[in-house]
């Protein structure tokens, strides 16, 4: 049983037509496909139709007010939310076109992908990007006449390029401007089609862009270049250019956020004595401090080498220690050793931050 149009729409018992559309208006703004795209929303939408195609008639309302749902099955009521092919032309249904009304169509959208190294994102700078697309014709100007040739005035349209069609729909008749499909908008018929475009106007021509390359601009992340896109019909505006940023993975540094994240090997003996380590940078070695005693996973933070951050400012270098155990040595090497390890006292061993802390303070935190 569908639920009370009323409590659908929010609206109390004695609303009048005004207060009904209303409700049923900003309802429907809330679920349009453009601004709501959770999973229910077609369904919610669905039952907002039907439950305005049931309070804004007159006579179906007094109906449902007397004999409720059951009554208007019996006097042969059918919402007429169902059988649209999509969500969108659902919408269109109920009020109009949203698509701009008639006119020749719009150019669409286009998508390209960009690669870009992890120091392309840091650095920025320009890149070009060379893809397909649709432009305007250069021999006919887009008209799609052959140049030199007569066009005529649109019959069917008159020369306004548009046909008004009239749709039935629960706000009464609505009157819908689509574009003329005799000149496709134009407003004037072909005699000699352009040879270029024939007649279309239009051409897939390769094309280049430039663009400057947003600092720190992330894997996954697309950039909008507004009316870049493939060119409208007979100078429509054009779609926009949407650009999908790949980033490759670097050999050496990862990002996490703002900052950058490096593993660097380091022998055992070096990380109890401290040393410089040296690492790849985007600009050549990156001198690392690494401290007497440190331990393995420790993080070596560099300020100022992460992630711009915008204004010069960028986050921080993050060199974390793989402390390296020496392996297969040799007898000097054994002799060496064990008279170091036989050196060794409590107070060499206790390791703050070490792996058994890092551990009690994680258990620490669960419990
Ligand atoms: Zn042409
Ligand atoms: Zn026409």
């Known amino acids: 049983m569908p639920r009370d149009p009323y409590e659908v729409l929010g609206v109390p018992r004695d609303a009048d037509e005004t207060q009904i559309k209303k409700a049923f208006r900003k309802l429907a703004r809330e679920l349009h496909p453009d601004n709501n795209d959770a999973p229910d929303a077609e369904d919610k939408f669905k039952e907002t139709a039907q439950a305005y195609e049931i309070l804004g008639d007159a006579e179906r309302r007094a109906t449902f007010d007397r004999y409720g749902h059951d009554g208007l099955r019996g006097g042969g009521f059918q919402s007429q939310t169902e059988g649209f092919g999509s969500f969108s032309d659902l919408f269109s249904a109920f009020f109009g076109d949203q698509g701009g009304g008639g006119g020749p169509a719009q150019g669409e959208d286009l998508l390209v992908r960009l690669d870009l190294s992890l120091e392309q994102t840091v650095k920025g700078g320009e890149v070009s990007l060379s893809f397909d697309g649709i432009v305007g014709c250069g021999t006919c100007d887009g008209s799609g006449a052959k140049p030199g040739t007569d066009t005529k005035r649109c019959t069917k349209c008159g020369g306004a390029g548009e046909l008004r069609a009239v749709a039935r729909t629960p706000f009464g008749q609505v ?11 134009r407003g004037v018929t072909i005699e000699t089609p352009c040879p270029e475009c024939r007649g279309e106007g239009r051409v897939v021509e390769n094309r280049d862009v430039t663009l400057d390359i947003p600092l720190s601009i992330a894997h996954g992340q697309r950039i909008r270049m507004r009316g870049e896109g493939h060119a409208g019909e007979a100078g429509a505006p054009s779609g926009d250019l949407y650009i999908q940023v790949s980033v490759k993975p670097h050999p050496v540094f990862t990002r996490d956020g703002d900052h950058l994240v490096a593993v660097a090997p380091i022998a055992a003996p070096f990380a109890a004595l401290g040393t410089t380590l040296e690492i790849d940078g985007f600009d050549g070695p990156i001198p690392v401090e690494v401290q007497p005693g440190a331990q393995p996973g420790e993080e070596v933070r560099i300020q100022g080498l992460g992630m711009p951050r915008g204004r010069g400012d960028r986050g921080e270098l993050r060199v974390v220690l793989d402390v390296v155990v020496p392996r297969r040595l040799d007898d000097r090497q054994r002799e060496l050793l064990e008279a170091f390890a036989d050196s060794l006292e409590d107070r060499n061993l206790k390791t703050p931050g070490g ?9 620490g935190k669960r419990r």
């Open 355 to 363: 792996i058994g802390e890092r551990l009690r303070r994680l258990a």
């Open 175 to 185: 009157v819908r401007a689509v574009a003329c499909d005799q000149c496709s908008g």
